[in-house]
């Protein structure tokens, strides 16, 4: 298990990234409003970093189960963020452009408990 971490962290790094490019591209770029270009990113993101675990991380086969219960696990995650991200935005007053790595940094502790609980639930099946 520990050649899968830092795997895992090079994937989180990659698939942040992701997602801030394209938070910052929606948002800034196509001014989109700001809820709706974390969501838009997180599930893109989302599809990447599903095939990332599969072919890089966990180095397991896709399948259809998996495929459909990665957004699903994911879905709660994106869901608290999403929440403590409007949190920062409209009662603490922190830049719509720098709350998401806050919201990042915070929530990486759960998101990391989740992620690692689904995949051991996947590898189950």
Not at 15 to 28: H, K
Not at 54 to 61: A, D, G, L, N
């Amino acid at each position: 298990m520990k050649a899968v971490l830092p795997r895992f962290i090079v994937t989180g790094i990659f698939n942040t990234s992701l997602y801030f490019s394209l938070y910052y591209l929606f948002s800034e770029g196509s001014h989109l409003p700001y809820i709706l270009a974390h969501i838009t990113a997180s599930i893109i993101s989302i599809l990447s970093a599903y095939f990332l675990h599969v072919f890089y991380t966990f180095r397991v086969k896709p399948g259809l189960l998996s495929f459909v219960l990665f957004p699903f696990s994911q879905f709660a995650s994106m869901m608290v963020q999403s929440g403590l991200l409007y949190v920062l935005v409209h009662w603490f007053g922190i830049s719509q452009q720098w709350a998401p790595f806050y919201v990042t940094v915070l929530l990486f502790p759960f998101t990391y408990r989740l992620t690692r609980t689904v995949i051991r639930l996947n590898s189950l099946s």
